[in-house]
């Protein structure tokens, strides 16, 4: 027997949370890149920065890990788009750099075709496709791992 219905979405919202924190690390590893980028070679500013980019990037390889072994690899992938929005988010922060229209319409499309494809996946779960790894399968395979010590 699975877990009730309401336990199984609790454990997918938390791996689609994961998976967004997880892309905020990977994008923010690359301020720290372009702040490494600005330092004089060599120096200790220049090592910190990039020890931070080695360090971010590290945990984002763990994390990733773990999502896509509970999520499939095209909905996990397909997710990665959002990393231009924390370019966005992170660059007005950091960096000053202003958003225009195009910058706008361009992140809306991104989070347009991410929900398209999140929700193909319930269109195909409702016209029968045995494919498709529906969000209590996810949740089941969450709690298989879960039980692993994983």
């Not at 990037?57 to 994390?63: D, E, H, K, Q, T």
Request: charged share 20%; aromatic share 12%.
């Amino acid at each position: 027997m699975g877990q009730p219905k309401n336990r199984n979405k609790k454990n997918t919202a938390w791996l689609w949370i994961v998976l967004h924190l997880m892309l905020a690390v990977y994008a923010l590893s690359t301020v720290f890149s372009k702040f490494a980028a600005q330092e004089e070679h060599l120096t200790f500013r220049f090592f910190l920065f990039y020890g931070l980019v080695i360090l971010l990037l590290g945990l984002y390889a763990i994390g990733w890990q773990q999502i896509i072994k509970r999520l499939p690899l095209t909905v996990a992938y397909a997710n990665k788009a959002v990393s231009v929005i924390w370019g966005c988010i992170y660059g007005m922060i950091f960096f000053k750099e202003k958003l225009n229209t195009g910058k706008i319409i361009g992140g809306l499309l991104v989070v347009a075709g991410v929900v398209l494809f999140a929700l193909s996946d319930t269109y195909e779960k409702t016209t029968g496709s045995v494919n498709d790894k529906t969000d209590d399968k996810i949740a089941d395979d969450i709690d298989k791992t879960e039980g692993e010590g994983v």
